[in-house]
């Protein structure tokens, strides 16, 4: 993931207050964003040359894919606010 990209989706998901009522953490390795919650993966947020991919625990292929950071912050909070 390019470094800006994931930097300003890191930024947008962390300042989340759905995210953060809901007691969600995020962490970016090499990878990409991990989101967790009590120490269980809920999804991990990577960027290719063209979007961001959200590839959910024990997935190998992406489920959601979008080339907006907008769209991808509204994916974690509508998925992630139904756990």
């Given at each position: 993931?390019?470094?800006?990209?994931?930097?300003?989706?890191f930024?947008?998901?962390?300042?989340?207050?759905?995210?953060?009522?809901?007691?969600?953490?995020?962490?970016?390795?090499?990878?990409?964003?991990?989101?967790?919650?009590?120490?269980?993966?809920?999804?991990?947020?990577?960027?290719?040359?063209?979007?961001?991919?959200?590839?959910?625990?024990?997935?190998?292929?992406?489920r959601?894919?979008?080339?907006?950071?907008?769209?991808?912050?509204?994916?974690?909070?509508?998925?992630?606010?139904?756990?």
């Amino acid at each position: 993931m390019r470094e800006d990209k994931k930097q300003r989706l890191f930024e947008l998901l962390r300042s989340n207050e759905i995210l953060k009522i809901k007691g969600y953490s995020l962490a970016y390795d090499g990878g990409g964003i991990i989101v967790d919650r009590a120490g269980h993966v809920h999804g991990i947020w990577s960027h290719d040359a063209r979007s961001y991919t959200w590839i959910s625990p024990g997935n190998t292929e992406p489920r959601f894919r979008t080339e907006d950071v907008r769209s991808a912050v509204l994916y974690t909070v509508v998925v992630l606010a139904q756990t």
